[in-house]
């Protein structure tokens, strides 16, 4: 059996993979789990409760010492949980965004991953795509490869299976052609595993939230640490008992560590890259999610983004007859300007229109002369703007020139009067001004024998024109409109004639469609007249990949967050310019792909407006849930460290596990119920937010403090009054935890919301608040009746009168913000 045409079996893949490994490079070894076990035993809190249980052991207080090594086991597993959740999320998008390739196998042609590639395995690859392993090429067409990753050589190769050099490399981008190969090497073996320029060992910078979350967690780290030595030394002073002392100073250091903070933001950003993949929408990376709700500009492309991809020839213009078919109304026939746009395609198109074109030559040609003739040469798709050249040869030495592509270029190799050339570009724009999409078609009895090296440097004689129409999608306006109800702004990038660029733009409901700028135009402006023109403009017409770039630059020089859609190889550097490059996952090239942050399954841009909406739900969500640790932190710092610095008759309210079971209702707070929020009212129909900016305002920081300290002050205040009447120590402990408990679970309910009611947001959707705040209780009522717990926690018990006034404090101290939210609401009506 030749595997030329059959590929291997299923035997021999598997004979191949097990002699000569998988088609990976070979990354650090060592699994999550053991990288999230070390992650979590370096941190902070886990070596504070490692060493405050040593000491309860050494002072003989066994319940204590156990109490904490369970607190050890459960902050661990909680910390394992929500790593181990979020790590799996992202590999599993990662495998979702793997490259495929089509290959032979059992005798057909079946899609795979590449990394299921072996040796010996034969499949094809096409301009856009990225060679999936080292191979030798077996056929190919008009085939050249970037090898610039390998070589540094920025310019393409040409390659064919006749030439010296019939080798291909994994990594390479193919620049245009066609190639079929067979694998050599894969994984390790091949030229990029041995020089090891993987990019998966490519260091990203860190984003402007990780980064100030991060100088956030250090600094109350820093603090945390000023404040162990303040207590310990203050405990010392007072009572004179070191080890007592140390146990008071590492509680106040376990409050004041925001260990929930990075967690909270790592799990936020995971599971809302998951959420995205449920909506069709793969984030490369879970740090994507931070930038999509702050966008302002989309710029989209037309074909297949704005339009179906679906084209269809709807006239064409026979230039020596000077008839203009039109087939909306009449029935099409076979014209020369049809037969030479189907010489000038590819024999096996890729390409809708060229797909179209071969249709309807087959349909209506009398003699169908595509199989007496042979490819002797192509002259591959290039220019500004491009065409392409085709020459065809048959067994009896005849011979086809064809050329197809844009009117400007073709036209300025043909042999017009000026007459001639006004005439056939008011043809152009009329058909252009429908929407269509127009191509020039030219031949030329240029000898065979004699082809020159460019097709630049051909006379061609014009045949006439050819139009398509590719009809917006059925959504496309309501998805406009969303966008623009969310404050961002559309601007249509394509390639084609400013007339069909202002036609769908209107038809799809692009505002200011009117108007538009041509690419050539665009890179004379200077600086400062196109950071002007982009504030006006949102229809750029004639773009070419230049042009693209600048225009992602002037736009992000202006401020904007820009997304920016692409499927093509020549849209790769603006994607990746873009603060957002979003590719489309059927119709994209692997480069296009490669390039963006955001890969869209169905090429559908209405997952957007979900994609931008769950955005803005994760940064409210997770600014909700920071505020949160903020206000609740602040009472357990304030309640561990001012009795102290106060001389309070009782200065050790709190010990270690009192803190660790506050820790412990805190963390499932943070990063389960705030993560599961909805996304608020309203949050669409307001412009986005100002990327780069801090993470809280000073009002926000601020109310978020006022919060915490007006809590305290209530807890403190019963706990003094209840100490000043002669109350024991163990009592004063019991109400002032039991008040924070309380006011904990209110400040939960009342900071779903920094605008809406608590009465608007209890009908929030959202299961785990009842489950959390259930547990929460309980553990409290546990602590306070049950006698071997509540010895652990030296409570007494509570009568009813206590716990109404607990939670009446705990009420009064939290629900206060719903005065200033009702007064916020006067001052700022929502907008529909």
């Avoid at 560590?257 to 909506?279: D, Q, W």
């Avoid at 929030?764 to 259930?774: E, Q």
Wanted: with cysteine; hydrophobic share 45%.
């Amino acid at each position: 059996m030749d595997i030329r045409l059959q590929g291997l079996n299923d035997i021999q893949v598997h004979h191949n993979r097990e002699k000569f490994g998988p088609n990976i490079l070979e990354k650090q070894r060592g699994s999550h789990f053991f990288k999230i076990v070390v992650e979590i035993i370096s941190e902070p809190m886990f070596l504070i409760l490692v060493l405050t249980s040593v000491i309860y052991f050494v002072l003989g207080e066994f319940s204590e010492g156990l109490i904490m090594l369970i607190a050890i086991f459960v902050v661990a597993g909680i910390s394992l949980f929500q790593e181990n959740r979020s790590r799996n999320a992202v590999d599993s998008l990662k495998k979702l965004s793997n490259p495929k390739v089509r290959c032979i196998r059992n005798g057909i042609d079946v899609i795979i991953d590449t990394e299921e590639l072996v040796v010996d395995d034969i499949f094809y690859v096409e301009d856009g795509d990225i060679i999936p392993a080292d191979a030798c090429i077996i056929d190919a067409n008009d085939f050249s490869v970037n090898e610039s990753m390998l070589t540094g050589e920025s310019l393409p190769v040409y390659k064919n299976a006749l030439t010296l050099s019939n080798n291909i490399f994994k990594g390479s981008m193919v620049e245009s052609g066609y190639c079929k190969a067979i694998v050599t090497s894969v994984g390790n073996s091949t030229s990029m595993g041995k020089i090891g320029k993987s990019l998966e060992n490519i260091i990203n910078e860190k984003t402007p939230l990780q980064q100030q979350i991060r100088s956030f967690t250090r600094n109350m780290v820093a603090y945390g640490v000023i404040a162990f030595f303040l207590v310990w030394g203050m405990n010392y002073f007072l009572k004179g008992n070191l080890i007592e002392s140390l146990l008071q100073g590492l509680t106040l250091a376990m409050s004041v560590l925001p260990e929930e903070i990075p967690v909270a933001f790592s799990t936020f950003m995971a599971l809302g890259a998951y959420h995205l993949y449920k909506k069709g929408v793969i984030a490369r990376t879970p740090y994507t999610v931070e930038v999509l709700g702050a966008a302002t500009v989309i710029c989209t492309d037309k074909t297949g983004t704005l339009t179906e991809n679906n084209m269809e020839i709807v006239s064409i213009y026979d230039f020596k007859k000077d008839i203009l078919f039109d087939f909306t109304k009449d029935l099409p026939s076979s014209n020369e300007v049809l037969t030479f746009a189907m010489w000038a395609s590819e024999s096996s198109p890729f390409d809708n229109m060229e797909k179209a074109i071969h249709h309807m030559y087959g349909q209506l040609a009398e003699v169908d002369l595509r199989p007496g003739f042979r490819m002797y040469k192509e002259y591959p798709l290039s220019g500004n703007p491009p065409m392409m050249t085709h020459i065809w040869k048959d067994d009896f030495e005849n011979t086809v020139i064809a050329v197809k592509g844009s009117i400007e270029k073709v036209l300025s190799q043909c042999d017009v009067s000026s007459q001639q050339y006004q005439q056939i570009n008011q043809f152009s724009t009329q058909l252009a001004n429908k929407g269509f999409r127009v191509l020039c078609v030219a031949n030329s009895d240029h000898n065979i024998q004699s082809l020159p090296e460019s097709q630049n440097d051909f006379k061609f004689n014009l045949l006439g024109l050819i139009a398509f129409y590719d009809p917006p999608k059925k959504n496309i306006n309501d998805v406009l409109n969303k966008f623009y109800k969310a404050g961002v702004d559309i601007k249509m990038i394509t390639g084609d004639l400013a007339g069909t660029a202002v036609a769908i733009g209107k038809q799809v409901g692009i505002k200011n469609s009117d108007i538009y700028v041509t690419g050539d135009e665009l890179v004379h402006l200077s600086e400062d007249q196109l950071r002007l023109k982009v504030k006006e403009i949102n229809i750029f017409a004639r773009m070419f990949p230049d042009a693209k770039l600048r225009l992602i630059e002037a736009l992000k020089a202006n401020g904007e967050v820009v997304a920016m859609t692409g499927d093509g190889v020549n849209d790769s550097p603006a994607l990746k310019s873009a603060h957002i490059g979003i590719a489309m996952g059927k119709g994209g090239s692997e480069v296009a792909k490669s390039a963006a942050s955001i890969i869209l399954m169905d090429d559908d841009l209405k997952w957007m407006v979900d994609a931008i909406a769950l955005g803005r739900r994760i940064y409210e969500n997770l600014k909700k849930a920071i505020r949160y640790i903020i206000s609740i932190h602040i009472p357990i710092i304030l309640i561990v460290a001012l009795p102290v610095f106060f001389f309070w008759k009782y200065s050790s309210i709190f010990s270690p596990v009192h803190v660790i079971f506050l820790e412990l209702i805190m963390g499932p707070t943070c990063s389960i119920i705030f993560e599961n929020e909805p996304i608020e009212q309203n949050s669409m129909n307001k412009p986005p937010r100002k990327i780069g900016y801090d993470f809280f305002s000073f009002k926000e920081l601020l109310i978020s403090i006022v919060q915490g300290v007006i809590i305290t002050i209530f807890c403190l205040s019963i706990g003094y009054y209840f100490m000043t009447v002669g109350k024991t120590e163990t009592f004063v402990r019991t109400i002032i935890y039991t008040t924070l408990i309380f006011s904990n679970i209110f400040l939960t309910l009342v900071n779903r919301s920094f605008y809406y009611s608590v009465f608007t947001t209890i009908r929030y959707k959202n299961h785990m608040i009842p489950l959390i705040i259930l547990i929460s209780v309980i553990v409290l009522l546990l602590a306070v009746y049950y006698p071997p717990v509540r010895s652990v926690f030296e409570f007494d018990p509570l009568s009813a009168l206590d716990w109404f006034i607990c939670i009446g404090l705990a009420f009064s101290g939290v629900f206060w913000i719903e005065i200033y939210k009702y007064f916020l609401r006067k001052q700022q009506p929502e907008t529909i």
